[in-house]
């Protein structure tokens, strides 16, 4: 069975600052899809960011970028020039090409500070 | 954007009644996804469901649930005698087809059992 587990429960940032997320994850698949969700108060999960397992470069969409490293099962995202908008939780999950489940991480909450 | 809708936000009821929460899809998906989140816990899969079947389900999908989408618009979870460990949050996701990795969450379901 696979997991996913996010280290770091909280984390706070400052407006136009960089933070990084860790997520590492446990798998025996070679094939599998990565992703980051990002739930803002009250609001619904969305997608920020996908990552296929077979692909070497790391994804990035705007200021959201990640460091995949597969050997190490390693997925952390990196937020460059936070905004008082990313303030949220923010979820790691796991798919593996075989089934539709997401497996996901606890959360991290992410505050950022004016 | 279209959205995925839940309905209630919160529902209330004493341990051993039947609850029916209720999901609209986005007009044009195929897949419909329920997690659950107990509070402090991570989200975990329940089911997912295609063509009026289900295509998956987690060990925590007993025989105390059951889902259906009646009318070809609702996608619905019943769980058909609650038991204080039902508390959670309940989501539904959507997907386009089995080839779309993006699901799309909504906004979630808080069921209280007393």
């Known amino acids: 069975a696979q997991t996913v587990t996010q280290s770091q429960p909280e984390m706070s940032v400052q407006e136009a600052e960089t933070v990084t997320l860790s997520c590492t994850y446990d798998t025996s698949e070679n094939n599998y899809y990565l992703f980051w969700y990002k739930q803002p108060p009250s609001r619904q999960m969305i997608l920020v960011i996908r990552?296929?397992?077979?692909?070497?470069q790391n994804a990035t969409e705007n200021r959201f970028s990640v460091n995949f490293q597969k050997a190490a099962k390693s997925f952390s995202l990196k937020i460059s020039d936070s905004q008082l908008g990313d303030t949220a939780m923010y979820f790691c999950?796991?798919?593996?090409?075989?089934?539709?489940?997401?497996?996901f991480g606890s959360g991290t909450r992410l505050q950022v500070q004016p | 954007e279209p959205e995925v809708t839940q309905t209630p936000s919160h529902q209330v009821t004493q341990m051993g009644q039947e609850v029916i929460l209720r999901c609209v899809p986005i007009s044009n998906h195929l897949y419909f996804y329920w997690y659950r989140q107990i509070l402090g816990q991570k989200v975990e899969f329940l089911v997912s469901?295609?063509?009026?079947?289900?295509?998956?389900k987690s060990e925590i999908f007993d025989d105390q649930f059951s889902v259906e989408r009646p009318d070809g618009s609702n996608f619905t979870l019943k769980i058909r005698s609650t038991k204080l460990e039902d508390s959670a949050m309940y989501f539904c996701?959507?997907?386009?087809?089995?080839?779309?990795?993006?699901?799309?969450f909504g906004p979630g379901t808080r069921l209280t059992v007393t």
């Open positions: 990552q296929e397992a077979y692909k070497q």
């Open positions: 996701a959507t997907a386009k087809a089995r080839s779309s990795y993006e699901q799309y």
């Open positions: 469901f295609y063509n009026n079947e289900i295509s998956e």
């Open positions: 999950a796991f798919m593996d090409t075989g089934r539709r489940a997401l497996t």
